[in-house]
Structure formats: C-alpha cells, structure tokens
C-alpha cells in the first residue's frame, strides 16, 4: 500500500457503516490533511497494528467509530425555551448577544459529535445565519458545518413576534418588533420570497406550512389581576395550529426552490398539513404532532411515495408535551417507520440547550427504532435532508473522498441507552476538536513567527518566566473554557411577564 504522505490514519477496531447500516471491524481511514477528506478506507486482517505508529495516526481501536453527526433541525440562535422563552429571546437580546451565544452552541455542538447542521431559521435575526456559517467555514470559530436558511417563510400574519401592544401595523401606534419570516402571499409572492433567499445565501428554504397563527384571539394569560381570559373556548383548541399557505402556494415554493436545487423543509404540526406539503415535493416535513384530520395513515404513504424525509423533533416534543402527546408522538413515528418513511434525527435544538442534541436519536431507540437505523437517521439521511450532492459535499458515511468527520463514542450504543452522551473523539474536515474527552484547538491564538522566538538572549529568557517564548507556551494551551451546558430538565421555566405571546410551541 503507497504512504499517504499528505495526511494521518485513523484506525478503528469497530466502525459503524450507514450504507451497509452494519458495525465493521478493524477498518482503518486514510485521511488527507490538505483536503480535509477521505483518501480511502481499508479493511486489517487484525486488531493490531503496527508499533510504533507514525507520529500523526490516531488509534481509535476500542472505541465505536461513526461518521459526524448530522442534526437536521436546529437553531443555532436560539437558546433554551426554558431560561428564557424563544419569542422573549428575539424581543430582549441584542444581536450581539444572540451571536455571541451562536458561537458558544456551535462549539457545543461540534464537541457533542455535530459535524453537520441544517439549521432552519434565525428566529428574527435576519441572514445572521449565513454569516456565522461563512465564519465557520472560513475557521474564525469552531462549529458544525451549517447549511441554513436565513429566514423562513410564511403568509402574512402567519409567524411573528407578537404583542399587544400594537395597534396598527406598519404606523407609530405601539411597539416596534423585529420580523421573524421572510412574508410572502400568492404564487408569484412566494416565488419571490425563495428567490430573495435563496439570493441571501440560504442553502435550505424552510416554510411554516401550519401555524398557530390565531393566538391573539384569545391572547396568552399574563400574571396579576385582569391578564387572563376568563372563558377562553372549551369546544376546541384555545389556539390550534392553522394552514398558512394554499396547494398552490407549496407547489410553487417547491418548484422555484428546485429551479436553484436547494432543499424545502416544511414546519407542520399537524398531519394535514404535512400531508400538503408532501404533495407539493417538499425535501423534508419537519415535527407533524398532531393528526386532528385523521389522516396519518394517507401520509405514511404518500411520505413513502414522494421519498419525503420526516424530521420528527421528538426531542423537542418531550420538552413541550405531557406524558400522554409525547408517547402519542413516538408512537406515530414508530409506524412511520415501520411503514417505510425515511427519517432524520433534528430534535429542534435551541428549543433545548444545543450539545443535547443525541436525545433525538435516544428517543428514536426508546420508540422502538432499531439503532443502525436511528444511526442512519443521524448520519446519513441528514446529508439527504441538506439537499445530498446537490449541497456540494459528502458526508454522513463512508467513501473516499467524503469529507473526514469523524465521531468515536466510548461505549456501545447497542449496549448502552446513553452511549450517544460519550463522545470522546470529534474531527471535522480531517482536524481533531476533541479527544480523549477533551477540546483540542477550541481557541485560535496569534503566534510569534517561529524565527522571532527562536533566539532568547534579553533580560526575559533568565528565568524563563517571561518574554514572548512563554507567552507563545501559554497560548498553546488545547483547552477553551466553554460555557457549562445546563441540562434544561433542571432550569426554570421563564416567566411570561407582560403578555408577548408565549405558547408559540414549536419553532
Ligand atoms: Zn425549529
């Protein structure tokens, strides 16, 4: 075999192989480091290896291997619901701030095995999305691949920040909001919108098929005397989720965004709404709780029929549901499966803290799932969610030339129900960000040029204390000190505290 002189080996003893959907062993991974990507993989007759290894390789034997995680749904500036509720998120913080944030859940995610994000909207922060990717991607900061979609669509009225507080749209009268969509109405209208974004950088266009968009009818109960509604409806829903666009307008979404061939993702609570969008060609139907129409079972198929990705947001769902709707939930998604739906793992992360993301694929397992198909689910059919070839890289499994993202867990997910949490190995285009548990490379410092520290003959280097020598030695320092991840199952819900509108469930 010819030396792979431009790169490092990774070698493994048990490899998990998304298209085979089989653990492998003793499979070794040859990686280029100009390239970022797979040179070629190939199978040892045995554990051993060869001693002493080469300077760069990487011994992963004892570990399961597997590609980067890809998350399909998430929001990268979003912070847990439960610290601070997201709508109280886009009115309150700063830009600023919410970038801020972004960076520290991008690193969040990629120490958590996340390579890859198909992030869905900003959340009334414009084409900020697009930004922090072309940050990432040109290595300013640590972080998933993103794949993002600026903002997302809807009709109007149909997903805001909303308030009271407003009399008039579009005059002085009240409060002034940031938008949260991109708003669009009519075919020509949403034509429009997707080429806007796909104009603004947006790799993926998202719109709200559904929404709950009827809430300031009966507007959310604000604390003290005179805040709640006293009779609020007891024959239906106090605010169900309702169709924003028409057949007409999904189809024309779907047909303009595959002039540009980037993906659709489409929000939809309810069955009947998925059920449209699928029809339309949608790439992806992301949550689809509830099936007030009865007709899950005509979905299934036509899921089926149209390769439609299902994105359920289990993760996301056990976060905002009792007991009874989030088993209802695992339950549908298990017949899906089982009927043939393909789907991704995006459990809706900034909804709960980003770096928790592996509860999706945990659900996925405790509904019934089989794991190499949860697996599949965070690997694999991601890359398909972000639109397959058509997003311009490989990734989610094993080929030459993928790009080298690789995850090493330290127990068996076969074996163990919360071996996705123990990841102790991440690398991304071929560089290592965690290892042995720990971050490597988080934080990038400016150097002395190596021909300026070469020579120490001053007052500095007596003691070796000081100088620019060991500046540059404290500098190097692997580790970055992250923000602690709170499990958001220990926080305190946020208060609703003048009545903006709180029960937008589901983002
Ligand atoms: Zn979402």
Redesign the pocket.
């Known amino acids: 075999m010819p030396p792979n002189r431009n790169g490092l080996v990774v070698h493994t003893s048990l490899l998990f192989d998304p298209i085979q959907k089989a653990f492998l062993e003793n499979v070794s991974i040859h990686i280029n480091h100009q390239t970022g990507a797979i040179v070629r993989l190939h199978h040892r007759s045995t554990p051993d290896l060869p001693s002493p290894l080469r300077k760069d390789d990487i011994d992963l034997r004892g570990k399961v291997v597997l590609p980067g995680f890809v998350d399909s749904?998430?929001?990268i500036f979003?912070s847990s619901d439960k610290e601070r509720f997201h709508s109280h998120q886009m009115r309150d913080q700063s830009p600023i701030e919410r970038t801020v944030r972004a960076t520290n859940h991008a690193r969040a995610a990629l120490l958590a095995g996340y390579t890859t994000y198909r992030d869905?909207?900003t959340e009334a922060l414009g084409n900020a999305d697009a930004s922090l990717r072309d940050c990432v991607n040109r290595g300013l900061t640590p972080g998933p691949r993103l794949f993002v979609a600026t903002e997302a669509l809807a009709s109007s009225g149909g997903y805001e920040v909303r308030t009271e507080n407003k009399l008039c749209r579009g005059s002085s009268l009240g409060l002034s909001l940031p938008r949260a969509a991109d708003i669009a109405d009519g075919v020509d209208g949403v034509r429009a919108a997707v080429r806007r974004r796909v104009g603004e950088g947006a790799d993926v266009i998202?719109f709200y098929a559904d929404y709950r968009r009827r809430v300031m009818r009966f507007p959310p109960d604000i604390p003290g005397p005179g805040g709640q509604v006293l009779f609020p409806p007891d024959r239906r829903e106090r605010n169900p989720a309702v169709v924003l666009f028409s057949q007409e307008e999904m189809d024309a979404i779907v047909k303009e965004a595959r002039l540009a061939d980037v993906p659709v993702a489409a929000?939809a609570a309810e069955t009947s709404t998925a059920l449209m969008a699928a029809r339309a060609g949608v790439t992806t139907v992301?949550?689809v709780f509830v099936d007030s129409a009865g007709v899950m079972g005509e979905l299934v198929e036509e899921l089926v029929r149209q390769k439609t990705i299902w994105v359920p947001?289990l993760a996301?769902a056990e976060e905002g549901f009792d007991e009874g709707k989030f088993e209802t939930c695992k339950v549908a998604v298990k017949r899906a499966f089982d009927g043939g739906v393909r789907l991704a793992a995006?459990g809706?992360a900034?909804?709960f803290n980003h770096g928790l993301n592996s509860r999706e694929m945990e659900i996925m397992i405790e509904a019934g799932i089989p794991v190499e198909d949860v697996l599949v689910a965070g690997t694999y059919t991601g890359w398909h969610a972000c639109g397959g070839d058509a997003c311009g890289f490989r990734f989610g499994w094993w080929d030459e030339g993928n790009r080298a993202d690789i995850v090493a867990l330290e127990t068996d997910p076969r074996k163990d129900a919360k071996a996705l949490r123990k990841v102790s190995f991440v690398m991304k285009d071929g560089r290592v960000w965690k290892r042995d548990g720990r971050p490597v490379d988080m934080i990038a410092a400016t150097q002395w040029p190596e021909e300026l520290i070469s020579m120490s003959s001053g007052p500095d280097s007596s003691d070796g204390s000081a100088g620019p020598a060991s500046e540059r030695a404290s500098l190097e320092g692997p580790t970055f000190p992250l923000l602690s991840i709170r499990c958001s199952k220990n926080s305190t819900p946020a208060a609703s505290d003048i009545g903006w509108e709180t029960d937008s469930f589901?983002?």
């Open positions: 749904h998430t929001h979003l869905l909207g998202k929000h992301e949550h947001t996301t995006g809706d900034g909804v589901g983002v």
